[in-house]
T-cell receptor, first 114, second 110 residues
Framework: DGGITQSPKYLFRKEGQNVTLSCEQNLNHDAMYWYRQDPGQGLRLIYYSQIVNDFQKGDIAEGYSVSREKKESFPLTVTSAQKNPTAFYLC?????????????FGEGSRLTVL | GQNIDQPTEMTATEGAIVQINCTYQTSGFNGLFWYQQHAGEAPTFLSYNVLDGLEEKGRFSSFLSRSKGYSYLLLKELQMKDSASYLCAVRGVYGQNFVFGPGTRLSVLP
């Protein structure tokens, strides 16, 4: 079945460490996104990519980095420069084809900094 | 600037009807989306409006007024499983950038 796979589901990190969250989709979607969600808050955009080898910063890109070397993959690195990285991270994709172009989400990765 | 507003919390009774409002001010508009999110899970797509009017999908309906920057999600015949957060999102004109509101946490009581 087509979908978006995020891994790991849960991740613990010590302060000062970089971690990379994986996001893979087999929906043949052009656009991919990373959102961050904090308790009781909506989704905030970190980075998005509309085509391979191109990506744009969202509202809260500081302390994060991404790459888009393949259409299927859009990994997010949370660097030690991110001051408050504990959050729920959601990867999504969308297609310009089709009726609505809605976002499809992965199951999410919950990052906790110890 | 972009701003999307929703009530933080709502409570309703099983079997009742509830309306969740969303107001927005965005620099561009190319569609409004409603998502449902159960605690600890990913959001799932509920509805889409790009033209003014009402879109109906079973127990769920969504309304849009572009001139007023206003939308609502109407849930009928509420069930306990409808207890979740409901997110309103606006897609911008350029690219496929989506901006989300803070979400409304709905509690359905027996």
């Amino acid at each position: 079945d087509g979908g978006i796979t995020q891994s790991p589901k849960y991740l613990f990190r010590k302060e000062g460490q970089n971690v990379t969250l994986s996001c893979e989709q087999n929906l043949n979607h052009d656009a991919m996104y990373w959102y961050r969600q904090d308790p009781g808050q909506g989704l905030r955009l970190i980075y998005y990519s509309q085509i391979v080898n191109d990506f744009q910063k969202g509202d809260i890109a500081e302390g994060y980095s991404v790459s888009r070397e393949k259409k299927e993959s859009f990994p997010l690195t949370v660097t030690s420069a991110q001051k408050n990285p504990t959050a729920f991270y959601l990867c999504a994709s969308s297609s310009k084809r089709g009726n609505t172009g809605e976002l499809f989400f992965g199951e999410g990765s919950r990052l906790t900094v110890l | 600037g972009q701003n999307i507003d929703q009530p933080t919390e709502m409570t309703a009774t099983e079997g009742a009807i509830v309306q969740i409002n969303c107001t927005y001010q965005t620099s561009g508009f190319n569609g409004l989306f409603w998502y449902q999110q159960h605690a600890g899970e990913a959001p799932t797509f509920l509805s889409y409006n790009v033209l003014d009017g009402l879109e109906e999908k079973g127990r769920f309906s969504s309304f849009l007024s572009r001139s007023k920057g206003y939308s609502y999600l109407l849930l009928k015949e509420l069930q306990m499983k409808d207890s979740a957060s409901y997110l309103c999102a606006v897609r911008g004109v350029y690219g496929q950038n989506f901006v989300f509101g803070p979400g409304t946490r709905l509690s359905v009581l027996p």
